[in-house]
């Protein structure tokens, strides 16, 4: 089994910046992609940033432009993902969900909240 625990998630203003955790434990042989997803209040969850495990990373054309272009990184020896958003905007409010992929599935955590006032 394989445990997801997102941390870094609060109420920030607009124009605000916040770095999203996620770690990863439990029975890992080996990571292959990581991602962060979002879901806003009636909307479906949808991706907004993934990395392979070589380091290719590829990200939302909505966060593209306002995230780094190494936004998305990795601790491989840690198993640990981050996401650095900056210039955050309320329609980045969302639960953000960090997914990992494994050989054999994925998994999901439990998803940070993100508010962005304005």
């Known amino acids: 089994q394989v445990q997801l625990v997102e941390s870094g998630g609060g109420l920030v203003q607009g124009g605000s910046s916040l770095r999203l955790s996620c770690v990863a434990s439990?029975?890992?042989?080996?990571?292959?992609?990581m991602e962060w997803y979002r879901q806003a209040p009636g909307k479906q969850r949808e991706l907004v940033a993934s990395?392979?495990?070589?380091?290719?990373?590829?990200?939302?054309d909505s966060v593209k432009g306002r995230f780094a272009i190494s936004a998305i990184s990795r601790d491989t020896l840690k198993n640990t993902v981050y996401l650095q958003m900056n210039s955050l905007k309320p329609a980045d409010t969302a639960v953000y969900y960090c997914?990992?992929?494994?050989?054999?599935?994925?998994?999901w955590g439990q998803g940070t909240q993100v508010t962005v006032s304005s």
């Open positions: 439990g029975r890992i042989f080996r990571l292959d992609g």
């Open positions: 990395i392979t495990r070589d380091g290719r990373t590829n990200y939302a």
């Open positions: 997914r990992a992929i494994l050989p054999g599935g994925d998994y």
